[in-house]
């Protein structure tokens, strides 16, 4: 166990690089999070296969993780 968490570790290690800098930025931003009705339809629609829901959901996921608090 100690093995695979100290190569674990080493392989962290190497994605550290500080030859580059890397954030998040830009112009780009994201819709604000569904009204709770419209996630509730979004996500009936997603169990029936809707593609379009899909995307609206995804999309839905990434905003809800920026604009809503931690539970």
Known sequence: MKK????LLA???SLRRRDK?????????L???????E???VIARLE??????????RAESAAGGVYRPPV
Do not use: C, K, N, V
């Open 31 to 37: 819709p604000p999070p569904l009204p709770r009705e």
């Open 11 to 13: 392989w962290l290690h």
């Open 48 to 57: 029936q296969g809707d593609p379009q829901a899909r995307q609206t959901h």
């Open 4 to 7: 695979l968490f100290r190569r």
């Open 21 to 29: 800098i890397m954030y998040i930025g830009g112009s780009d931003t």
């Open 39 to 41: 996630e509730t339809e």
